[in-house]
Nanobody
Framework: QVQLVESGGGLVQPGGSLRLSCVAS????????MGWYRQALGKKRELVAR???????YLTDSVKGRFTVSTDNAKNTGYLLMNALKYADTAVYYC??????????????WGQGTQVTVSS
């Protein structure tokens, strides 16, 4: 089966940067896409970014120009580079891997979440 290990969160000042990583391991054919979600305290979980391993990507409007989503396909790893961080970016960030588990079946798996806190 598939395991996801997420890392890179922490405490950062406004304007700072963090890079989140999400590594998929286990038994599967390919990583098809990596999505990134965040959930701030008292708010619903929202989609922040998503990228397919073919290079198609999406960024929500509030992070365009600041965040970059990417994958290292050889390492089955997704990245979310967050620049120019703002107070409003404070949240728990979750990755979601879309993996080709077998030739005919794709499944989604969630990372455990990592806290990003932007504070002065």
């Amino acid at each position: 089966q598939v395991q996801l290990v997420e890392s890179g969160g922490g405490l950062v000042q406004p304007g700072g940067s963090l890079r989140l990583s999400c590594v998929a391991s286990g038994t599967f054919f390919t990583l098809n896409a990596m999505g990134w979600y965040r959930q701030a305290l008292g708010k619903k979980r929202e989609l922040v970014a998503r990228i397919t391993t073919e290079g198609e990507f999406y960024l929500t409007d509030s992070v365009k120009g600041r965040f970059t989503v990417s994958t290292d396909n050889a390492k089955n790893t997704g990245y979310l580079l967050m620049n120019a961080l703002k107070y409003a970016d404070t949240a728990v960030y979750y990755c979601r891997a879309e993996v080709q588990v077998t030739e005919l079946r794709a499944d989604n798996y969630w990372g455990q979440g990592t806290q990003v806190t932007v504070s002065s």
